[in-house]
């Protein structure tokens, strides 16, 4: 049963933006916070930003400034605008849904984005 499907990645050069979709199929789609995970090649899978169910949002150090994370409940998305994109930003992108203080054990597909020249 698919919940969460990214989409919105591609090649991009250092400096450009991408917008990042995250569209659930859920229920009651409002009540629950959403974070945006990526994975570098060969690295961990890390939080990068969360938009709670209040609607306040978090952003890990490295992005913040640059990223701006939003949703639109009526639409069941959630979005992340990535601008000034480094290289160190390459990564497989997945969000991920939260329900009160638990973590879903779930993952969509991801998607990818490379910076790159």
């Known amino acids: 049963q698919v919940q969460l499907v990214e989409s919105g990645g591609g090649l991009v050069q250092p400096g450009g933006s991408l917008r990042l979709s995250c569209t659930a199929s859920l229920i009651n789609f409002s009540v629950y916070s959403i974070g945006w995970y990526r994975q570098p090649p060969g690295k961990e899978r890390e939080l990068v930003a969360v938009?709670?169910?209040?609607?306040?949002?978090n952003y890990e150090d490295l992005v913040k400034g640059r990223f701006t994370i939003s949703r639109d409940n009526a639409k069941k998305t959630v979005y992340l605008q990535m601008n000034n994109l480094e290289p160190e930003d390459t990564a497989v992108y997945y969000c991920?849904?939260?329900?009160?203080?638990?973590?879903?054990?779930?993952w969509g597909q991801g998607t990818l984005v490379t910076v790159s020249s």
């Open positions: 991920r849904k939260r329900y009160g203080s638990v973590w879903s054990d779930s």
């Open positions: 938009i709670w169910s209040d609607g306040r949002r």
